[in-house]
């Protein structure tokens, strides 16, 4: 049973950093690229930031230079660290990975005010 369990999220003022975690159980975390995405009210869900097996990572134009994607292969963990935060950031953040399925987490609300 694979499981995605975001946490970290709340309320900041803008400027300000938050991390989020997501921690996933079963056995596909090491194997397989990792998603932040996030969903701000009466817009689409959008891929924030990726990172592969390796370590590889991209990110959206709109928070590169401040958001980093990291992840912990032994602690079957993926991280997001947001600096400089901007109301604009406001959003349910979800982490998402594939493996014959899409698998999502309930998803951690950010809140950014200005």
């Known amino acids: 049973q694979v499981q995605l369990v975001e946490s970290g999220g709340g309320l900041v003022q803008a400027g300000g950093s938050l991390r989020l975690s997501c921690a996933v159980s079963?056995?596909?975390?090491?194997?397989?690229?990792m998603y932040w995405y996030r969903q701000a009210p009466g817009k689409q869900r959008e891929l924030v930031a990726r990172?592969?097996?390796?370590?590889?990572?991209n990110y959206a134009d709109s928070v590169k230079g401040r958001f980093t994607i990291s992840r912990d292969n032994a602690k079957n963990t993926v991280y997001l660290q947001m600096n400089s935060l901007k109301p604009e950031d406001t959003a349910v953040y979800y982490c998402?990975?594939?493996?014959?399925?899409?698998?999502w987490g309930q998803g951690t609300q950010v809140t950014v005010s200005s």
């Open positions: 079963g056995s596909i975390f090491s194997g397989n690229t």
């Open positions: 990172i592969t097996t390796g370590g590889n990572t």
């Open positions: 998402n990975t594939f493996s014959r399925r899409n698998y």
